[in-house]
């Protein structure tokens, strides 16, 4: 019969016929050399509903290739064989589901934990001689960074975020990402040997749309403390909220210089 009629038989489009064909799934019993046409037997439509029920259970292309000539028996055990596969499969992700529950749970106590470390330093901390800035903003700032945290929290989604680490001292530990040979990023500003990060800093924030981070090497412990890149974060978040329309990212990074001078690069993601 005609792959029109075969397909009719089958309960499926020529195309399908066609693909089977081409991937030596389904081949027809003759093609017409002059005409190109495929003809096909009745026989062949029980291989036809053997690949259909075969694919429908997640069989793979080779794995059906290798029961069409099988047995009905064969084709029986291979079925045993994928559902034991599928309920581990299934066991499996029913207790990821359960790890990623417990994981979650988690990271929303570590989140509030650090919350309120960064919270206790950042209401300890006297922002008035670095940054020059007075009470009433400080403390607006300091809610800023507090309504972050906890939209943090209430998102769950804690891929985007980089979480700082304490010891039991209370010291900020992080792993810092390398900028300065890393050929993604190009340095568009930097200041040295300042005493203050009022002396540039509000000359950095407003930027155009990309990923930037802040990078220092500071001294006299500023490396240590969590209110001093927290600032400088919230600052520039604050210019942001004055331009909604601009898409920024933004990172900052404090380690303790090595010269006993203050340093600052601010680079851009090209």
């Not at 081409?22 to 026989?43: C, H, M, N, T």
């Not at 099988?70 to 066991?91: C, G, M, N, P, T």
């Not at 039991?168 to 500003?189: Q, R, S």
């Not at 220092?216 to 500023?222: A, E, L, N, P, S």
Request: glycine content about 4%.
């Amino acid at each position: 019969m005609t792959i029109k009629e075969f397909a009719k038989l089958c309960g499926c489009n020529s195309q399908t016929l066609r693909y089977y064909d081409r991937i030596d799934l389904l081949k027809p019993v003759e093609v017409d050399q002059w005409s190109g046409y495929r003809f096909y037997e009745e026989a062949q439509a029980l291989d036809f509903v053997k690949i259909k029920n075969l694919q429908l259970a997640g069989f793979t292309i080779d794995e059906i290739k290798e029961l069409i000539g099988r047995s009905d028996e064969e084709i029986y055990r291979a079925f045993e064989v994928k559902l034991a596969e599928q309920e581990e499969r299934i066991r499996t992700i029913r207790e990821i589901q359960k790890s990623y529950q417990n994981e979650v749970e988690n990271m929303k106590e570590r989140l509030k934990e650090i919350q309120g470390k960064v919270y206790e330093e950042m209401e300890r901390y006297n922002p008035e001689e670095e940054f020059g800035l007075d009470t009433e903003t400080y403390q607006e700032i300091i809610k800023e960074v507090t309504s972050t945290f906890e939209a943090m929290a209430a998102e769950g989604n804690f891929e985007d975020y980089d979480f700082l680490e304490y010891k039991e001292d209370d010291k900020v530990l992080e792993e810092h990402f390398d900028f300065f040979d890393n050929p993604e990023y190009e340095l568009i500003c930097e200041k040295h040997d300042w005493k203050f990060a009022k002396e540039f800093i509000y000359d950095c924030l407003d930027l155009e749309d990309g990923d930037y981070n802040y990078v220092f090497k500071v001294t006299d412990d500023r490396e240590q403390s969590a209110a001093f890149p927290n600032i400088v974060l919230a600052l520039a978040l604050k210019d942001l909220e004055k331009n909604p329309e601009h898409k920024r990212n933004l990172g900052c990074t404090v380690t303790d210089s090595n010269d006993g001078k203050n340093h600052f690069w601010l680079f851009r993601k090209k």
